[in-house]
């Protein structure tokens, strides 16, 4: 049987999602109680190999098993043998081949920031606080330059293949503001690495003035100015929902929340 698990995490104490030798991970905190539930040793394959200190609500996983579990006993089996910083949310039994990465037509990331004048020691974990005031208003005008598919090279954080495309499209940047908390959620097909985490800089940069609308149209292009997209703390960002295409064979999730994007409806979600 082949399932997909929804996984929520707090990356904090992680060296990211994907397994390392010589640090902890979440796949390697998911493949020990998987072992110790059902006594098999198995590889799980995720939708997307966050960074060291990033969380995680709707991180999708894929695993096979011979046990005779039900799909929807997973969870409560799992999470009894997890730490507390890492849960399953749901199980799902998926078709045979089912690729979590490869199937996905795009993930939801959210970075959370704080303006104040003081660090918070109730949110550090999950956000980060940005004292200058920012202007969300040039935020939001530079986030729509960055909305489409373009060349996120000046964005990107290095690369494992020198020679890999460094194109990517992005559908959708939403900045929220709810007292001093501002939410920048982005979706696209797939993302570089740091490409997140640089975007929202350079927005913060804009907000605080320090960056024109015109120099982030510039890296976008490519131009050398000088301007830089430098990348914020991991600690602001997650990984809030994968999507795949409707003939996938996923279990169609009708609810997304509150906070779900308008084009969800067209999608099949598990997250």
Do not use: C
Not at 27 to 52: F, N, S
Not at 76 to 91: E, T, Y
Not at 238 to 249: A, E, K, N, T
């Amino acid at each position: 049987m082949r399932l997909a698990l929804i996984i929520e995490y707090d990356g904090s104490r992680y060296s990211g999602f994907q397994y390392q030798t010589n640090a902890p991970s979440v796949q390697a905190e998911l493949e020990g109680a998987m072992e110790r539930l059902t006594g098999e040793k198995v590889r799980i394959a995720g939708a997307g190999r966050t960074d060291a200190g990033v969380h995680a609500a709707g991180q999708v996983v894929a695993l096979n098993t011979g046990s005779n579990l039900p799909a929807e006993r997973f969870a409560a089996g799992m999470n009894f043998h997890l730490p507390k910083d890492v849960a399953v949310r749901s199980a799902h039994q998926v078709p045979e081949g089912f690729d979590p990465r490869r199937a996905a037509v795009s993930r939801w990331y959210r970075y959370t920031l704080l303006n104040r004048a003081t660090r918070s020691p109730l949110a550090e974990r999950s956000a980060v606080v940005v004292k200058q005031p920012l202007d969300v208003g040039l935020m939001q005008a530079a986030a729509k330059l960055m909305v489409g598919t373009h060349d996120f090279a000046r964005f990107a954080g290095p690369l494992e293949r020198p020679d890999a495309s460094t194109v990517r499209a992005v559908n959708k940047i939403d900045i929220k503001v709810d007292g001093e908390r501002i939410d920048i959620d982005v979706e696209g097909s797939a993302f570089l690495p740091h490409q997140v985490r640089r975007m929202v800089g350079a927005l913060v940069d804009v907000g605080r003035g320090k960056l024109a609308a015109a120099e982030v149209a510039a890296l976008i292009a490519g131009e050398d100015t000088g301007a830089v997209a430098r990348s914020m703390p991991p600690q602001g960002l997650s990984l809030i929902q994968v999507r795949y295409p409707m003939d996938s064979g996923l279990k169609p999730e009708t609810e997304l929340g509150p906070d779900a994007p308008d084009n969800a409806a067209p999608h099949n979600t598990i997250g």
